[in-house]
């Protein structure tokens, strides 16, 4: 028959035993956690990537008002030159206008003024 012996173990095995555990116990939450941020840095690189195609939708969109702006502004400019040159015809109609009358009446611009109502006489 065979017999059996016991080997007493020294306390420094134990104590190594137990930070061989902590070790493996340590080594497993730093893979799950790993793998935890592999993970987020994933969704943050998809992230990234909307975030970069919604910036250049947005240029876009910049580029674009910028230049309706433009024309804007050179239709309005177009706009107000109209209206001057318009007031300015406005303004050559009613001087002419205003001469047709005298010259219709046949009074003149002092008779008009009430100057002489007759020639020769005063009001």
Same mark, same amino acid.
Not at 6 to 32: C, R
């Given at each position: 028959?065979?017999?059996?012996?016991?080997?007493?173990?020294?306390?420094?095995?134990? @104590? *190594?035993?137990?930070?061989?555990?902590?070790? #493996? @116990?340590? !080594? @497993?939450?730093?893979?799950?956690?790993?793998?935890?941020?592999?993970? =987020?840095?994933?969704?943050?690189?998809?992230?990234? &990537?909307?975030?970069?195609?919604?910036?250049?939708? &947005?240029?876009?969109?910049?580029?674009?008002?910028?230049?309706?702006? *433009? =024309?804007?502004?050179?239709?309005?400019?177009?706009?107000?030159? *109209?209206?001057?040159?318009? *007031?300015? =015809?406005?303004?050559?109609?009613? !001087?002419? &206008? &205003?001469?047709?009358? !005298?010259?219709?009446?046949? @009074?003149?611009?002092?008779?008009?003024?009430?100057? #002489?109502?007759?020639?020769? =006489?005063?009001?």
């Amino acid at each position: 028959m065979s017999t059996k012996t016991v080997v007493k173990k020294q306390e420094g095995e134990d @104590i *190594l035993g137990l930070v061989a555990l902590g070790s #493996l @116990i340590t !080594n @497993i939450f730093q893979i799950a956690s790993k793998k935890s941020l592999e993970a =987020e840095h994933e969704a943050l690189k998809a992230y990234v &990537i909307q975030l970069r195609r919604f910036y250049e939708n &947005i240029r876009v969109r910049e580029r674009q008002v910028s230049n309706e702006n *433009l =024309e804007l502004k050179r239709a309005n400019e177009g706009l107000i030159a *109209l209206n001057n040159r318009l *007031l300015k =015809e406005l303004a050559e109609a009613e !001087n002419t &206008i &205003i001469k047709l009358k !005298n010259r219709k009446s046949g @009074i003149s611009p002092l008779r008009r003024k009430g100057g #002489l109502n007759t020639i020769g =006489e005063s009001k």
